[in-house]
C-alpha cells in the first residue's frame, strides 16, 4: 500500500490499524469473516475503473469483452455451486437484492410474510423501519414462545390469515436449520411465492453441511461475504421462469452498473468454495458453533433454543445481569469482538438488549479449532462476571493477542 501511504497518510494509517484490529482480536461478529489474499487482490484491481451497465451480450457501453467473460465465469460458477437454473451476480449487497426480488413480483401495499426482527429475521424481511415494512403489507411469524423454535403450524395459520404473495423464510440470529419443504407446503397452500434469504448460511449449504434451499424456492439471495467468505456483495439465484423479472428488477429496478471488481472476486470465492478444503472450513464451522455453546452452556449462559445447528447462536443474558449492549463493550475491550442483539420476547428496547450474538466463521478461517471454543468460553465467561474491571479485560485482552498469534488470520499473515 505505498501509493496509499504517499498519497493519503491518513487513510493508510487507519487501513493499517484496521489490520491490527482484525489480526490481534477474536471476531465473532456472525455476519464477518476474512477473505483470502485473492479475492482481496481482485477486488482492489482494476476492474473497478470499468462501467458496465447491463448484462453479459447486452451492455449499455463498448468495451466489455472482458468484463461479459468475467461475469457469466460468476454466474456459471454459482449455478454449478447451487444447482441453481439462474442466477444474477450484480446486486450490491443482500438488502438491494431482497428489494429487488419485491420490486419483481409486487406493487406497493401488497402483502408480505417474514420471520419478526426481534425473533431473528432481517430488517428487509418487514421490518417497519425499512422500505419492506413501508412501501408493503408486512406481516410477520415469529418463535414458539414454549420452545424458541419456529412453530410451522402457527405459521401456516399465519399464512392462511394474511394471505401473502411472498412468503419469506431466512434469519439473521436463528440459530437452527430451517425447513424449507414446510415452508414450501405453506406457500403452495396459500398460492405465495416462496423466497429464501440465505445470506447467512449460504457457505454451510456450499459446504455441503446445511440442507440447501434452491431445490424448494422460487427465488434465493445471498450475501457473498459471511459464511460463503468473498467480497461485500450479492446474489439473486432463481427458478428459470423468473429469470427476466429477476435482471429486470436487479437492472434497471434498484441499481445502474454493477461493481465488476466485486463480480469478479465473487467467482474467485465460489471457485474457492467449490474445493474440499471449503468443505471441510463449513464442517469445522459446524463443528466449532457446536463445541462454543456447549462450552457457553456449561459456564452458565442461557442460549436461544438451547445451543445451535449452524453458525451461529444466541446468548440471552437475562440470568447474569448484564445487558447485551454492555456485555459487547467489555468483550471488545478483552479482544473478543461480537454484537449486542435482541432476544425472542426481549423486553429490554433494540439499542439496548438482553442478548449477546455470535458466531464461529472468521475464527475458522483462521483455523481454530474446539480445543479454542474452550478457551473462547472461558474468556467469554471471565468477562461478564466481572466487566467492569478493566484490569482484568486488559490481561484477557493480552492473552487474546498471544491465542490468535497462533492463528494468523487469512490476508493478514504477515501482521504478527
Known amino acids: 500500500m505505498e501509493s496509499v501511504k504517499d498519497i493519503d497518510p491518513d487513510i493508510y494509517a487507519l487501513v493499517k490499524q484496521e489490520e491490527q484490529r482484525q489480526a490481534e482480536k477474536i471476531r465473532m461478529i456472525a455476519s ?13 484491481s482494476v476492474l473497478t475503473n470499468k462501467y458496465s451497465e447491463g448484462y453479459a451480450g447486452k451492455r449499455y457501453y463498448e468495451g466489455q469483452q ?71 403489507n408486512a406481516q410477520s411469524y415469529e418463535l414458539d414462545p414454549e420452545t424458541g423454535l419456529l412453530n410451522y403450524e402457527s405459521i ?12 419469506i423464510a431466512g434469519h439473521s440470529a436463528y440459530p437452527r436449520i430451517l425447513d424449507f419443504q414446510k415452508f414450501r407446503e405453506i406457500a403452495d397452500e396459500v398460492g405465495a411465492l416462496f423466497m429464501v434469504d440465505m445470506a447467512h448460511f449460504s457457505g454451510l449449504v456450499a459446504g455441503g453441511v446445511h440442507p440447501s434451499p434452491v431445490p424448494y424456492a422460487d427465488v434465493v439471495t445471498t450475501t457473498t461475504h459471511k459464511s460463503l467468505r468473498g467480497p461485500r456483495g450479492a446474489m439473486i439465484l432463481c427458478r428459470e421462469q423468473y429469470a427476466q423479472a429477476i435482471d429486470k428488477a436487479v437492472f434497471p429496478g434498484v441499481q445502474g452498473g454493477p461493481h465488476d471488481n466485486t463480480t469478479a472476486a465473487i467467482a474467485v470465492a465460489l471457485k474457492e468454495a467449490a474445493s474440499e478444503s471449503f ?59 461480537l454484537n449486542y442483539n ?27 479449532k474446539e480445543k479454542e471454543m474452550l478457551i473462547v468460553s472461558d474468556f467469554i465467561a471471565e468477562v461478564i462476571a466481572d466487566p467492569e474491571n478493566e484490569g482484568n479485560l486488559q490481561r484477557i485482552a493480552e492473552e487474546v493477542k498471544a491465542l490468535c498469534r497462533n492463528f494468523p488470520a487469512p490476508g493478514l499473515e504477515h501482521i504478527r
Do not use: C, W
Open 32 to 44: 464477518e469473516n476474512y477473505v483470502s489474499q485473492a479475492v482481496l487482490q481482485t477486488t482492489g
Open 66 to 136: 472482458i468484463i461479459d467473460q468475467v461475469e457469466r465465469l460468476a454466474i456459471q460458477r454459482a449455478k454449478d455451486l447451487f444447482g441453481a437454473e439462474h442466477v444474477n451476480v450484480q446486486p450490491y449487497s443482500g438488502s438491494p437484492a431482497n428489494i429487488a426480488v419485491y420490486l419483481a413480483f409486487l406493487n406497493p401495499g401488497d402483502t408480505i410474510l417474514g420471520m419478526a426482527l426481534p425473533h431473528g429475521g432481517h430488517l428487509t424481511h418487514g421490518a417497519h423501519v425499512s422500505i419492506s415494512g413501508r412501501y408493503f
Open 156 to 167: 401456516r395459520a399465519k399464512a392462511k390469515a394474511v394471505r401473502p404473495k411472498i412468503l
Open 279 to 337: 468443505r471441510e472450513y463449513a464442517r469445522q464451522v459446524v463443528k466449532n458453533a457446536k463445541a462454543l455453546a456447549d462450552a457457553l452452556m456449561a459456564n452458565g449462559f442461557t442460549l436461544i433454543t438451547n445451543g445451535t445447528e449452524n453458525h451461529l447462536m444466541l446468548v440471552d443474558l437475562t440470568n447474569k445481569n448484564i445487558s447485551g449492549k454492555k456485555a459487547a463493550k467489555a468483550l471488545d475491550k478483552a479482544g473478543i469482538v
Open 342 to 368: 435482541a432476544v425472542p420476547f426481549d423486553k429490554r428496547k433494540p439499542f439496548d438488549p438482553s442478548g449477546i450474538r455470535m458466531g464461529t466463521p472468521a475464527l475458522t478461517s483462521r483455523g481454530f
